[in-house]
């Protein structure tokens, strides 16, 4: 049995819940044992480091740490953490050697709040790369119950995922595939657009509005063009800007637009055979009946 120290991130329970319950019903379908660490800290989402990078190093080191007490892997659902504590993991790592002074100002912080020093034993882990670099696509093929054959998925990896960090073990980080790969394992096809690498546009939502919606509409436009019946997220910040922004997108692009997007749980829990409604595709902004209805759901 595979197991993680679960860190859900504050988007998963919060805006964003039907991830933090397609998240639990996955695992659970695969028998991944999640211990959730509750006493963790949001991770900034990379907005610490504007004020000080020793509170970004700090605050995602004590995360780390917990996960280190219990002799695990960190898991994460949400592509900016997984950039914002593996980017502070690798620059911790390499500052035991280059910086152990850095490292240990860092512990002694931690020691002030009761917490275990950071020892850099750990990995930081995104749901997609336990899925596809420890569960792996053929022993996932083989729960398969519902071949998800018809349904054209656009992978919308962002940016976090895949360059925050300066190695990624399991993928290309400039032509990725592995979400690409999973959706062919689940019976369904994928869908190469344009921008499926790039930015969501969220960092700019709270002072460039305008601009941040017009990359959203611009992601999801092409994917729509491309002939997608949905678009599938590793990220529940993408969520948010493609998903629950989509009716002031449109309003920007001056299209309609509807294209459902799923949180890759959401979408690998349903060839499992989950129960929709245990997975929360009613909490989205634009509907997801035409994907069900494709699935004869």
């Not at 998963?12 to 695969?30: D, H, I, K, V």
Request: net charge negative; charged share 20%.
């Amino acid at each position: 049995m595979l197991k993680y120290a679960y860190f859900p991130g504050c988007v998963a329970q919060g805006a964003c819940r039907e991830l933090y319950e397609s998240t639990a019903a996955l695992t659970q379908a695969l028998d991944i044992e999640l211990i959730e660490l509750k006493r963790a800290a949001c991770c900034g989402s990379g907005t610490f480091k504007e004020e000080s990078a020793l509170l970004e190093d700090t605050v995602n080191a004590r995360n780390i740490a917990l996960a280190e007490e219990l002799n695990l892997p960190l898991l994460t659902h949400c592509s900016t953490c997984q950039g914002v504590i593996g980017r502070v993991d690798e620059r911790l790592k390499t500052a035991q050697s280059d910086r152990p002074e850095y490292v240990e100002q860092i512990n002694t912080l931690l020691s002030q709040d009761h917490c275990s020093p950071y020892r850099g034993a750990t990995e930081v882990k995104h749901l997609l790369w336990a899925i596809v670099g420890d569960y792996g696509l053929e022993a996932l093929q083989q729960r398969v119950t519902r071949q998800l054959r018809g349904l054209k998925c656009a992978a919308f990896y962002g940016c976090y995922i895949l360059r925050a960090q300066s190695h990624l073990p399991y993928d290309d980080p400039h032509n990725p595939q592995s979400m690409e790969n999973v959706f062919r394992t689940l019976g369904a096809t994928p869908i190469e657009y344009g921008g499926r690498t790039q930015c969501c546009g969220w960092p700019l939502s709270s002072y460039a509005t305008e601009q941040s919606f017009q990359m959203a509409g611009t992601h999801l436009q092409a994917a729509l063009d491309a002939g997608a019946d949905c678009m599938v997220t590793p990220c529940p910040l993408c969520h948010l800007n493609l998903d629950s922004r989509q009716p002031d997108v449109e309003t920007v692009m001056g299209r309609k637009l509807g294209l459902p997007v799923l949180h890759l749980p959401q979408l690998i829990a349903l060839a499992l055979g989950i129960d929709p409604k245990m997975l929360g595709l009613d909490r989205h902004m634009v509907s997801t009946r035409p994907v069900l209805a494709k699935l004869g759901l």
